[in-house]
């Protein structure tokens, strides 16, 4: 299992990757109009994310796997982080863990991109699975994965249409 961690509030590769990102249209609108329920407004999360899922499974050529994606809130992650991974191997089945979009305190939009990395975030660490693991290397293990995460969705804002 790994988690994604987040430094400070909004940490300084998140702010980072916010102002060299374009707006890429592939965010729905940039608000969800007021007068709409928080139901309306989890279904669009929920299936912004789901799609996001599929199009990064397929580009980290993860299409064996049977994974899913759950939104959960802060009790049901670990301190200071905003998702998490758990995997079996055998089965080839794993689960990502997401912050739940009524815990964050992002616009709408910002929200969305960040749901969208800690996915990113989390399917590096599967790839990543067959690696040896130890308590003394998590910490580079998680700064790798942030990097890379951040490279990829860099990539994916500055050249939107490519291959999805």
């Known amino acids: ?7 400070g509030v909004f940490g300084p590769t998140f702010s980072l990757l916010l102002l060299l990102a ?4 592939l965010l729905p609108a940039q608000d969800i109009p007021l007068q709409s329920t928080s139901q309306e ?7 912004y994310v789901t799609e996001r899922l599929a199009v990064w499974q397929q580009r980290l050529s993860l299409q064996s796997w049977k994974i899913s994606v759950i939104m ?3 009790e049901d992650l670990k301190p200071k982080t905003l998702g998490n991974i758990h995997w079996d191997s055998d089965k080839k089945s794993a689960i990502i863990r997401v912050l739940h979009a009524a815990d964050y305190k992002l616009p709408f ?9 800690t996915v990113v975030h989390e399917l590096i660490h599967l790839e990543l699975s067959s690696l040896p693991r130890s308590e003394a290397s998590r910490r580079d293990e998680e700064h790798a994965v942030n990097q890379i995460a951040d490279a990829l969705l860099k990539l994916d804002r500055i050249n939107p249409g490519g291959s999805r």
């Open 22 to 25: 374009p707006a890429s249209g």
């Open 41 to 47: 407004r989890n279904g669009v999360v929920e299936t």
């Open 109 to 117: 939009r910002e929200m969305l991109e960040d749901m969208e990395f």
């Open 72 to 74: 959960a809130h802060p």
């Open 1 to 7: 299992m790994s988690g994604r961690i987040y430094p």
